[in-house]
């Protein structure tokens, strides 16, 4: 099933377990391509709040305030790597983590893979986000 995702499309074939928070594959309309690079939850200050779902925030937080800086939304969002230190948290948090997303990123749900890890750069930080973002060129179409 393809869907118009803003100004891209999402690609989630019937054959595959339907998507829930996250897109199969996205489907990027041409245009300029913004990588960013993976965002924690620490503040502007350096410092890290407790707990999963505070560094989530502020981690998607830190991306928006990226791609608002590249001159890009949410919207443009192509693909995305979530990584966490804390496998566990993130399952049993999943009603609270979604709730964080939609407060930040709306309903937009791009191609995004989900990783449990040791450890990241900070041994504090329990989440890291990786993204890929494509600006349309105007009338251009996914």
């Given at each position: 099933m393809t869907q118009p995702d803003g100004p891209h499309r999402s690609v989630n074939?019937?054959?595959l377990?339907?998507?829930?928070?996250?897109?199969?594959?996205?489907?990027a309309a041409a245009g300029r391509t913004i990588h960013l690079?993976?965002?924690?939850g620490h503040r502007g200050d350096g410092d890290l709040d407790d707990g999963l779902v505070a560094q989530f925030d502020q981690a998607l937080a830190n991306l928006v305030e990226v791609l608002t800086a590249c001159g890009a939304e949410p919207h443009h969002l192509v693909?995305?790597?979530?990584?966490?230190?804390?496998?566990?948290?993130?399952?049993?948090?999943?009603?609270a983590l979604g709730e964080v997303w939609r407060a930040r990123l709306g309903r937009h749900y791009p191609a995004l893979a989900l990783f449990g890890v040791m450890e990241l750069h900070d041994p504090r930080a329990l989440v890291e986000i990786v993204s890929?973002?494509?600006?349309?060129?105007?009338g251009t179409d996914a």
């Open positions: 074939p019937d054959g377990l339907p998507p829930v928070g996250f897109a199969h594959a996205t489907v690079g993976g965002q924690t693909s995305m790597a979530i990584y966490t230190t804390d496998m566990a948290t993130y399952r049993a948090e999943a009603r890929t973002a494509v600006i349309p060129q105007a």
